[in-house]
């Protein structure tokens, strides 16, 4: 991927965070920014019955039902966040940080967390245009770090920006470690463990390697890699849960959850249609330093 251009890939997230709004009843994870940080061409999309079924349901319909993942892993990862602020954390670090708006929703939290958000120069620029075009305010608990992992190590850019690594911290890393090659999710498995302070945790999700998908999911599972691909962000890295538990423990981490499908589907989706709960294809991790 290009790091000057805005990722394609960030664009799609905001818009299934957006069709989430309206397809959810009760919404697993509220994100009211989320319309207003989708591109031109996907709130055109999203205005328009037709078009949404035509170009989510109909031309998407293959990849759809992975599309719950993206709302879970953020409630599931701001659950623990919030927890964590409670027993006193003082900084959130948003790794491909993309068009979140934590900052945006939570301004509660103004003057009593520091979030950095991460993510390339293309991506944030044109997240700041997006703002500008809606009059969104930038939230005065926000440091903004154009970096990219594959050149800067993480706690170097983060330094760069007032990151204080002597304070317990929250990261989450959501949406990237499937476009990165081993190597560099090693680098920052290492460096999250090596640099922060007891008690940090780190929050990301991660692809099934295909071998152990169901059978009934493997085409979505290869056409979502087909698609992103496509869109100049091609599938890199895959894990099986325990090859990825003993990675991270390997890494410098104390522990490691990575909680089934069956479990969260229970904590988040138990009154929600079959069509509408996660599929077997990814997972999340809740690695503690």
Known sequence: MDASKPSKTADLVAAVRARHLKIYNPPIFVDPFAIQFCGKGWRRILGSKLLTWFVIDFMLRDILPLAPWIATRAR????????????????????????????????DLEDRLTVFELDQPGTQNEKFRRMAEYSIPTPKNVRYVDSDLNEVPLFTALKENGFDASKPTAFSWFGVTYYLPLETIVQTLQSVADNSARGSALFFDFRIVLDQVPSEWVVAHQKSAKFVARRGEPILTEFSPDELSELVLDCGFSSTDIPDTDTINLQYFSKMPASQKLTPTFRLCHAIC
Not at 79 to 101: K, L, N
């Open 76 to 107: 599931y990862c701001e659950d623990i966040v919030d927890s964590m602020i409670e027993q006193g954390v003082e900084q959130y670090v948003i790794i491909g940080a993309g068009y979140d708006s934590f900052a945006m929703r939570r301004k």
